[in-house]
């Protein structure tokens, strides 16, 4: 069983639960009039497959009329456990010219995937480009790099479930853990 692998838990499926409706109530409030036109159109761009929980979760308390185109980027190939920088793998974009975009993504770490995929979103001639993460680490990084909504700040360690993987595995755990030390192998340390 895959729950003798965690270490701790650090954010319970509860408060990942009360934070998502949160989240929603605000992200609905800022794409709806007189925010954004009634007849605008709106897409929510999650960044596969660590976004895929959270966006699932998210989306379905976002009462507006959306889209959903996915992006893949790897940052974190096979059992690295730290951002081997991003790559665009694939995309799935037509449709977003003149749209208001929400880029959904599990986690702001170095902030490379951001700086990949914003100025490629740009580039497309949205409406607007807005920015959610479930968590953000308490690390450093450049200023001009921030979401505009994320869920929790989390110190700077390995964590995984709700979506985020380690080598692929443990996206289907309902919390937010960390690994016991001998499960993540010191690869890439
Ligand atoms: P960034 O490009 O900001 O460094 O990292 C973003 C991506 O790296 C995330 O979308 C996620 O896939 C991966 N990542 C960063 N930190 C963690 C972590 O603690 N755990 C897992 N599983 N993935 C992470
Ligand atoms: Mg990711």
């Known amino acids: 069983m895959i729950s003798s692998h965690i270490d701790r838990v650090l954010i319970s499926r509860e408060r990942i639960s009360r934070r ?4 929603a109530s605000q992200i609905t409030r800022d794409f709806s009039p007189p925010r954004v036109a009634a007849d605008s159109r709106i ?18 308390q976002l009462p507006l ?32 010219v003149d749209s208001h975009l929400l880029l959904v993504d599990d986690i702001l770490d170095s902030g490379n995937t951001l700086r990949l995929l914003i100025p490629m979103l740009q580039s497309y001639k949205p409406a607007s480009v807005r920015t959610c993460v479930l968590l953000r680490k308490k ?25 985020l993987d380690y080598d692929d595995f443990y996206r289907n755990l309902p919390d937010i853990v960390s690994l016991k030390p001998d499960v993540v192998s010191p690869k890439d340390a």
């Open 43 to 60: 897409t929510i761009v999650p960044v596969m497959t660590g976004a895929m929980v959270f966006c699932s979760d998210l989306v379905r």
């Open 139 to 163: 690390r450093e990084r450049p200023a001009e790099i921030d979401v505009d909504y994320y869920g929790f700040d989390i110190p700077d360690e390995f964590v995984v479930g709700y979506g």
């Open 65 to 96: 009329r959306l889209r959903i185109s996915t992006l893949r980027v790897s940052s974190y190939p096979g059992a690295a456990t730290s951002s081997q920088g991003a790559k665009l793998v694939e995309a799935q974009l037509e449709g977003i």
């Open 20 to 23: 998502v409706a949160e989240l």
